[in-house]
């Protein structure tokens, strides 16, 4: 079995946000747990947390309190919310009707791991998440964390706050991508020998802890493709979501040294790795994605153990077609017996029942 976690990543755009929080945020998270409540579909919703203590900060009330009702209503539709840190919001500042984010803080390490800084930042949203949600669920529990732009290394400190502080998954990794940015750098190029694997601070990233203080590592799902039968597809049988999008609402993190190497990174693209994204691919292609996997890395496995990872997406890029699209994507999904769609808590309950199957 391949348990596939639909997890979604609930955040602003970090260039230029164009429109109201709720056109950019609110409504199209709306329609996204609508589908999945019909679908009886229960997602992550990995949430953007730094982004409340410097909305009051600027007196942001009503984003605050949209932001809370909306977290509060996924836990009331059955959806499964965690921690998502984007911590370059501490360094942003709201200057002529909009918001001037900063590249500067972009990583948690940035903030240091002593008595303040990056334990405090981790325990503050923690906090936020259980006193928003306790009402509406008295058995909440925040135990799973996502790096902002999937950023843990180096992963010693960090892992040990997470721990320290109740996370007991993380689902960061994203195996064989690389980010050499100078706002986002990350590097797992290295070889994994599990699909799901116990990271300690006392190990290296790849390797399988057997350490009692460590996180289950849910891994963000990536794929490689032939470049020239991916270039022929986009070509002949275009497999892009983006075709039919309506107009974005935002811009992404300003990254000059991206832009300046813009056909490197292009490149990159078509010959290495990708993530499995309900942001980017049709339906059907999304869905071949997920059996190339199974094949390359479950089917052809002596372990027949089970193995959880994630599929990612974006609420503020919601709109119709996306919709119509993952709604396309979860009916092939279920139809097919190898796998099974649940939450990051839900796989987490399945993996502590059979404690030794990742060790």
Not at 147 to 159: D, Y
Request: aromatic share 16%.
């Amino acid at each position: 079995m391949l348990y596939l976690c639909l997890t979604f990543d609930y955040e602003l755009f970090f260039g230029d946000n164009f429109g109201s929080y709720d056109e950019i945020l609110f409504h199209p998270t709306s329609k996204l747990i609508d589908t999945l409540s019909e679908k009886s579909i229960s997602a992550t919703f990995f949430v953007d947390v730094c982004s409340i203590p410097q909305a009051l900060r600027y007196n942001q009330i009503a984003y605050v309190e949209k932001f809370t009702k909306q977290i509060q209503d996924m836990t009331l539709h059955e959806q499964d919310v965690q921690l998502h840190i984007h911590p370059h919001w501490f360094h942003s500042k709201w200057e002529d009707g909009a918001w001037k984010f900063s590249n500067e803080g972009y990583r948690i390490h940035e903030f240091g791991f002593g008595n303040d800084g990056a334990g405090n930042i981790i325990k503050d949203g923690i906090k936020y998440l259980k006193d928003s949600l306790k009402n509406i669920d008295p058995k909440y529990e925040c135990i799973a964390y996502r790096a902002g732009g999937f950023s843990i290394q180096p992963h010693k400190e960090l892992v040990w706050e997470l721990y320290k502080n109740g996370i007991r998954v993380d689902s960061s990794i994203a195996p064989d991508l690389f980010s050499g940015s100078g706002i986002n750098q990350y590097d797992y190029r290295n070889k994994i020998k599990k699909i799901n694997w116990y990271i300690s601070p006392d190990s290296e990233w790849w390797e399988d802890s057997k350490d009692d203080i460590a996180l289950l590592e849910i891994p963000v799902a990536t794929i490689n493709k032939p470049a020239f039968i991916f270039l022929a597809r986009r070509l002949f049988r275009p497999n892009s979501i983006k075709l039919f999008h309506e107009e974005l609402r935002g811009t992404y993190v300003n990254n000059q040294e991206q832009k300046k190497n813009r056909i490197k990174s292009i490149v990159n693209y078509l010959l290495g790795y990708n993530t499995i994204s309900m942001d980017a691919y049709s339906a059907d292609y999304l869905y071949e994605q997920v059996r190339k996997f199974y094949k390359k890395n479950i089917y052809k496995k002596d372990d027949k153990t089970d193995c959880i990872i994630a599929l990612i997406g974006h609420p503020k890029l919601i709109d119709n077609a996306y919709i119509k699209n993952l709604a396309a994507f979860i009916d092939l999904i279920k139809e097919d017996n190898r796998f099974y769609l649940l939450s990051i808590t839900e796989a987490y309950q399945i993996a502590k029942k059979s404690y030794g199957k990742y060790k």
